[in-house]
């Protein structure tokens, strides 16, 4: 991995499954190895498995309990000191998985004029209607999503035993959106240092 400098874009890549068996983190790691290949940006890799967050949100205007403050404590900030994000998501039933909308749902701001990329596997769609979905509930949280995606159809015969996918065409799928990320993540990142993201 490259040095970091002041350049380098933190991506904080969310695991969105938590299943037990789940083949999410080998979709992960493989998306993780390519930001780890390059020199603009570093990973953090939020697994939702090592990092639970409650499904029970506090009533409006309460603060969380001491508890739930401490599980916050190990996701929440990530987020916010993330320039971008890469959400690997499966799909569930035409959709995203709960546990991935647990997450989003429990920030906010950390998400404000940020942009999002996506990583989907499913069956013969992909996971794309589960990223359509996203786009419209990360729109609510004024991020920006972006338009390539890197999606695995029927990723079963797709992933070999060193879980990487075996067509060439995943990578330079990846490196399109990644480079896209980059665009908008720096942009971004200097709009939001010129001027605080507050409407
Ligand atoms: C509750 C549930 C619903 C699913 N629904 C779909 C679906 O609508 N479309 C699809 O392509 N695959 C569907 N699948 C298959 C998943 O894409 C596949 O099991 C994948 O491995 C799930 O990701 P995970 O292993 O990281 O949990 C579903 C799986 C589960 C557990």
New binding site residues.
């Given amino acids: 991995m490259a040095d970091a400098t002041d350049d380098t874009l933190r991506i904080a890549v969310l695991i969105g499954?938590t299943?037990d068996?789940?083949?999410?983190p080998v979709v992960a790691d493989w998306i993780a190895g390519h930001i780890a290949e390059r020199e603009d940006m570093e990973a953090d890799l939020i697994d939702l498995v090592d990092t639970p967050l409650p499904t029970v949100l506090p009533a409006f205007g309460r603060p969380p309990s001491d508890e739930v403050v401490s599980l916050l404590g190990a996701v929440t900030p990530r987020l916010a000191g993330a320039d971008a994000f890469v959400i690997v998501t499966?799909?569930?039933?035409?959709s995203f998985?709960a546990s991935l909308k647990n997450a989003i749902d429990w920030h906010n701001e950390q998400w404000h004029a940020k942009p999002v990329g996506f990583v989907s596997?499913?069956?013969?769609?992909g996971?794309l209607?589960a990223v359509e979905q996203l786009r419209v509930v990360l729109a609510e949280l004024h991020a920006v999503t972006i338009r390539n995606t890197v999606s695995f159809h029927n990723?079963g015969e797709v992933f070999g035993a060193d879980g990487k996918p075996s067509d060439p065409a995943s990578d330079v799928a990846a490196k399109a959106m990644l480079d896209q990320l980059t665009w908008w993540g720096q942009a971004l990142r200097t709009a939001r240092q010129a001027r605080p993201y507050a409407v």
């Fill in positions: 499954s299943r068996g789940r083949f999410g499966p799909e569930y039933n035409h998985p596997y499913g069956g013969i769609a996971g209607r990723y």
